[in-house]
């Protein structure tokens, strides 16, 4: 064969294995920018998907949970910081201890204070039963004050024909009430703010054979429910006065038993200084 044909042969057989790779290169590269360009927007969908379950995780998380505050119902709101009347350390002096003025006139009970749970033997007048609220003995005219900082939710008339000045943590009729209970002369109304020591009315002249001039009034925490109960008030003291409070009244016990000339009348060491006893009692 000629050697030139043989060369043009040869050179035309390159040129068109060239054309033909080249071909195939072109329709490789080709399907590769087409699946590109048509899953391009399949990866922006995905990216748009993840970010919406993100936005979407996001947005759960920021609500936040809500607070949930627990409320212990079995422990009043409100803590005393007055025991109704003012009680003082017993000056020879004046015969009085704060408002309580010392007698040997006869007292029922030989007491001018029954603390919680004192015993009540049973008479023509009352069947036997435990104080269910702390009675205070005074001169007529003393004044009956508020136990606690709160609003008067109620004051009704009570059997004895006096008042029952009633507040409670919002002025709404709730399951703890404060009562300063046998008063006259009221001097607050249903929906006043009250500070506890505030002067409220005036002791009751309702006597139950109490010496002439002197009346009483009562102090308690009724908790309500389908049998109400009352509890001891004095286990209920605000700190700023609890340690204070209980000195007085055991200075009380004392000082009365010294002048009654009987030292069975009381329990100095009352593991809660008023209270005869810690148990509910109903009524």
């Not at 017993?90 to 408002?99: E, H, K, L, S």
């Amino acid at each position: 064969m000629n050697r030139n044909i043989y060369t043009a042969l040869v050179v035309g057989v390159m040129v068109i294995v060239g054309v033909f790779l080249v071909k195939q290169k072109n329709v490789q590269v080709l399907p590769t920018t087409e699946v590109i360009e048509k899953t391009e927007p399949s990866v922006t969908t995905n990216i748009s998907k993840t970010q919406k379950e993100q936005t979407s995780i996001t947005t759960n998380n920021t609500s936040q949970p809500k607070s949930v505050v627990k409320t212990d119902t079995d422990t009043p709101p409100l803590l005393i910081k007055s025991i109704g009347v003012n009680l003082d350390y017993y000056d020879p002096a004046t015969n009085r201890a704060g408002d309580f003025v010392f007698t040997k006139e006869k007292l029922q009970f030989n007491r001018l204070f029954m603390g919680y749970g004192f015993f009540i033997p049973l008479s023509e007048a009352s069947r036997a039963k435990y104080n269910p609220q702390p009675t205070f003995i005074l001169p007529l005219g003393t004044p009956a004050r508020s136990l606690v900082d709160g609003i008067v939710v109620a004051i009704p008339t009570l059997w004895s024909g006096d008042y029952s000045v009633q507040v409670t943590a919002n002025g709404k009729m709730e399951k703890w009430i404060y009562e300063t209970e046998h008063i006259i002369n009221p001097k607050v109304k249903v929906g006043d703010k009250v500070t506890a020591g505030q002067i409220i009315g005036e002791v009751s002249d309702f006597s139950q054979g109490l010496p002439a001039g002197f009346g009483m009034v009562e102090m308690g925490i009724l908790k309500g429910g389908q049998v109400p109960q009352h509890v001891c008030p004095f286990a209920y003291f605000d700190p700023s006065v609890k340690e204070e409070m209980q000195k007085k009244i055991i200075a009380l016990y004392t000082a009365w038993e010294d002048y009654a000339g009987d030292t069975s009348l009381y329990n100095e060491i009352e593991s809660i200084p008023g209270c005869n006893k810690l148990d509910p009692i109903e009524g």
